[in-house]
């Protein structure tokens, strides 16, 4: 049987004031690609489908386009569950349709999938809270699937027992997965566990989580589930959330955050974005085989002393998203900013790195204008420290900070 393990797609996510619609439309058809040449059997999605709890029209018309164009009409199961940018009921509400189309929505870890048999062979053999069991065309023997999408703190409790420690909700998490790997999982079959929790080798440090992603609020503070609680009859953990592709463990089996399909920001910068191919057989070790996707931008961090050579460099890289560090002994002039702008389309940021900071800024001082408004006195802070305005994200976290102190 061969799965293939994607996650994070964030679509309908931005790049500051960069749409990336049109990259995640390419990016998910060569997804599509992966799976008809590679004859996969199944495609598991493992979270953060949408960038928001409401994401826009076009983001859920691009999400059904390409799932049921995974999904081959029915002949191949795709198994999308919920992440923490993802509204489980909004994720569950299609269900109906999607099921016709062999496209199966998990938003909670109680979920209990529908049975279905569809003309094409696919069909649900067994289902309860958080497990499926799939009959998959073409292959004599089922697939068993654990899914646990993510859930906050509350959920959790709600779903595994009102427990009041961090420690015993991780022993009734635990219980769970053994409870259905013992009933469900045996060697006659393929058992994979997908997740949208943040997993650990025990032992480990708890991994880094993406820049300026919404950090995995599960179990208080502590949020890392150590891979000793994976059951031993699993043979593949698919795991969403971390953006760069990783191995978390190999013991008792491959633990794998597939990684999101595009970089999203620039903790992402030069790095390169993949799905994995996994070839499983009953009572086998997993072989995976690592695709490597090739649409989308690159997000690229540069730093430059002279004007000259980044107006170079940006002329021999236009296809690339792009934030600027500029080393200079003053501030970047105006003239100098739209040069730089006017040279290239996708320049994201430009941050200036001032020699000496603390004389410039001393000869710089001037008096403060209290007429003007909070706004525009952050502003005037900003520039004098920053060497640049604010942009639009900054300003509305200002807005907000302001507001909320105002309520208090």
């Known amino acids: 049987m061969k799965i293939l393990h994607t996650s ?56 059904y386009k390409y799932t049921k164009r995974l999904a081959n009409n029915g002949k191949r199961a795709v198994i999308a569950i919920a992440g923490n940018h993802d509204s489980p009921e909004r994720i569950e509400a299609p269900d109906p349709l999607a099921r016709e189309c062999g496209i199966i929505f998990s938003g909670f870890p109680h979920t209990i999938i529908t049975p279905f048999n569809l003309e094409a062979g696919l069909k649900v053999l067994r289902s309860e809270k958080g497990f499926i069991e799939l009959q998959i065309p073409d292959i004599s023997y089922p697939l068993r699937l654990i899914h646990t999408p993510y859930a906050n703190e509350l959920r959790m409790k709600t779903y595994l027992g009102n ?111 993949f799905v994995n ?28 002393e002279i004007i000259d050579e980044v107006v170079e460099w940006l002329a021999q890289n236009p296809d690339v998203y792009i934030e600027l560090t500029i080393v200079s002994d003053t501030y970047l002039t105006a003239t100098d ?3 730089l702008l006017d040279a290239h389309n996708g320049i994201v940021a430009i941050i200036p790195e001032i020699r000496n900071l603390a004389q410039t800024t001393c000869q710089a001082t001037a008096p403060v204008d209290l007429t003007k408004s909070m706004e525009e ?24 900070a302001i507001s909320e102190e105002g309520e208090l």
């Open 8 to 63: 994070d797609w964030h679509l309908g996510k931005r790049l500051e004031s960069f749409s990336r619609m049109e990259e995640q439309e390419a990016v998910l058809k060569e997804i599509c690609d992966i799976a008809d040449k590679e004859k996969v059997h199944a495609v598991i999605i493992s979270g953060d489908l949408f960038d928001t709890f409401n994401p826009s029209t076009d983001a859920v018309e691009l999400f």
């Open 377 to 400: 006195l952050f502003i005037d802070f900003f520039k004098a420290k920053k060497g640049q305005e604010p942009n639009e994200r900054i300003i509305n976290l200002f807005k907000e």
């Open 277 to 304: 191919i996994v070839e499983i057989t009953p009572g086998e070790k997993a072989l995976i085989s690592a695709m490597q996707l090739e649409s989308g931008k690159k997000l690229i961090r540069k730093r430059f």
């Open 163 to 273: 427990e009041e420690t961090e420690e015993e909700l991780r022993t009734l998490l635990n219980k769970h997965w053994d409870e259905l790997a013992e009933k469900y999982c045996t060697q006659t079959g393929v058992n994979i566990l997908a997740s949208h929790l943040l997993f650990v080798r025990t032992g480990d440090e708890i991994p880094e989580e993406p820049e300026e992603e919404k950090p995995i609020l599960f179990i208080g503070g502590a949020q890392a589930i150590p891979t000793q609680n994976i059951p031993g009859n699993i043979q593949y953990v698919a795991l969403g959330h971390l953006h760069r592709k990783r191995t978390i463990d190999i013991v008792p089996c491959p633990v794998i955050y597939s990684g999101s399909p595009l970089s999203y920001s620039f903790g992402e910068a030069d790095q390169n974005k």
């Open 337 to 339: 900013r739209k040069r």
